[in-house]
């Protein structure tokens, strides 16, 4: 059987490592350390065989309308899908021509070129600066931009000024991802009320502790949602994510309860590595961006690290190649971390 001529060439995702064992430390994906609600076992021992039989909502309704509740929104500006990986791919396919072009800025989240080379889409790269800002040019030609916001895995988040002009100067569509958002200083929400051509994409992964159920949502004018909804799968979201998902959104104050902390935990180690001679950017994620300190090998010390079980990321590069991005855990996995970072980089 042949396979379609795009596929070969294609580079597919890479996802962090998922190691497996009884004393690691994974500070590599910017999954939540902490657990998420109470009340989202009590939907999972609340589901009966009679809810397994049927086929799930196939709008995920009782979600959307807990969404748009929680954000102002009406429902049908609310779409869910099987992760935000998903909201992302169905943008592709819905709002850029054969052969259209989608926009990001590099470096930022790596599936975005994937996805546009799977949907035989031009890709075009916005090169940061050596600081990681990004001035946005006079022209942004493309059909569809994607901005992670605030970026991975830089950390940095763009004003809303900027944004502003980002969406000003395309002539397409805009995504704004805000995996990050909940551990923020805003939210660019209050921009869908002002421009017909934004969406913003949230994930149940990070802030809600719920990476494991592939579950996320997208939100926008009801006359994009609708666009959407013709092309997702029938049955998106299965009764488990929906259910979960349900309980995890009608619980803010534990959503925000760990947030709060992770935020702490985040600045007491930025403090640290900066004593350690570490520059670490001002992050508005769940992770740091650090540079190590000049002489030292960056990739040399995730080596190090790794072989002692503690797993962080590295991206080899002229930009990235000098960093490590760092999950925060809590208090007693990054007291962990440090005590460990100290040893190895004496033998690196």
């Not at 000003?168 to 923020?184: H, K, N, S, T, W």
């Not at 049955?235 to 760990?258: E, H, P």
């Not at 930009?319 to 690196?348: H, N, W």
Request: a negative charge.
């Amino acid at each position: 059987m042949p396979i379609r001529k795009s596929i070969d060439p294609l580079h597919a995702y890479v996802p962090g490592e998922q190691p497996s064992g009884q004393n690691l430390l994974k500070l590599n994906t910017n999954e939540n350390a902490y657990p998420p609600s109470p009340k989202v076992f009590e939907a999972l021992g609340n589901l009966t065989a009679d809810d397994l039989r049927k086929y799930p909502q196939p709008t995920g309704k009782d979600l959307c309308d807990a969404i748009a509740e929680l954000h102002g929104l009406a429902p049908e500006q609310v779409l869910v899908t099987n992760g935000s990986d998903e909201a992302l791919a169905l943008c592709t396919r819905a709002f850029c021509e054969h052969g259209g072009r989608i926009g990001y800025m590099k470096p930022s989240y790596s599936l975005y070129p994937v996805l546009s080379d799977i949907a035989e889409l031009e890709s075009v790269e916005f090169p940061l600066e050596s600081d990681f800002s990004w001035q946005v040019p006079e022209a942004v030609d493309v059909d569809f931009f994607f901005l992670t916001q605030p970026n991975a895995p830089t950390s940095l988040a763009m004003s809303a000024d900027q944004i502003e002009t980002l969406i000003q100067r395309c002539p397409g569509g805009v995504l704004i991802d805000e995996a990050y958002v909940d551990f923020a200083e805003e939210s660019m929400l209050p921009l869908l009320k002002k421009y017909d051509n934004v969406l913003i994409s949230r994930t149940f992964s990070k802030s809600y502790s719920l990476a494991g159920i592939r579950l996320g949502y997208l939100m926008g004018s009801a006359k994009w949602m609708e666009a959407l909804y013709k092309i997702k799968d029938s049955y998106n979201t299965d009764v488990f994510a929906q259910r979960v998902g349900l309980a995890a959104v009608k619980d803010q104050a534990w959503m925000q309860q760990n947030a709060t902390a992770i935020r702490g935990t985040r600045n007491r180690v930025t403090k640290a590595l900066t004593g350690l001679g570490f520059s670490v950017l001002p992050s508005q994620t769940n992770f740091l961006f650090a540079k190590v300190p000049s002489g030292e090998d960056a990739q040399g010390i995730f080596e190090s690290l790794r072989k002692r079980e503690i797993f962080v990321r590295y991206f080899p590069g002229e930009l990235t190649g000098e960093y490590l991005r760092i999950t925060i855990g809590t208090d007693e996995q990054m007291d962990r971390f440090l005590s460990e970072l100290a040893t190895v980089r004496k033998y690196v």
